[in-house]
């Protein structure tokens, strides 16, 4: 397993590891059809391209050379702050260290930053549980996590960089 910059022939592979990450982790908070929304409107493979041209960001996957098992997107807020926004990865590879190799790239790849945040549904007991283990505190919470009027609470996690 690798991890690279993410390309176009990425995307539609990125699209549907989202949406099976997504129905796996929030179906049981958010509701099946709650979830099939979110990951259609955030998911999708114009909302994807347009990461890929973001300026000062990083998109990255983690490839075995068959399967894209995971994937992360983080980037420059300001001159002090970075952000990640997406990092996942599919249940059949979580625990074997790719979620790690995606972080550590992120954090490579924003090493002026002096801090790293993100947001985290608190009901996501094994995101929350590794971002703690990868040095990230509780720094606040949100209601709108993702977008402007999501009304998607999360936590607020940061790490000095």
């Not at 930053?113 to 990868?134: D, P, R, T």
Request: glycine share 10%; proline share 1%; net charge negative.
């Amino acid at each position: 397993m690798w991890v690279r910059t993410a390309s176009r022939r990425d995307i539609a592979a990125i699209s549907k590891l989202l949406g099976e990450v997504w129905h796996s982790t929030y179906d049981g908070i958010y509701g099946p059809e709650r979830v099939t929304e979110i990951t259609s409107k955030w998911h999708n493979v114009n909302a994807l391209e347009k990461q890929l041209t973001r300026p000062a960001s990083e998109f990255l996957v983690a490839d075995d050379g068959e399967v894209i098992a995971g994937m992360a997107f983080g980037s420059q807020i300001d001159d002090k702050h970075a952000k990640l926004h997406q990092l996942y990865v599919l249940g059949q590879y979580q625990g074997r260290g790719v979620g790690k190799m995606l972080l550590d790239e992120i954090e490579e790849s924003f090493f002026e930053a002096k801090e790293i945040v993100l947001e985290v549904e608190e009901q996501n007991v094994g995101a929350v549980s590794f971002y703690k283990k990868n040095g990230f505190k509780q720094t606040g919470k949100t209601s709108n996590c993702g977008e402007k009027d999501s009304g998607i609470a999360a936590l607020v996690f940061s790490k000095n960089h």
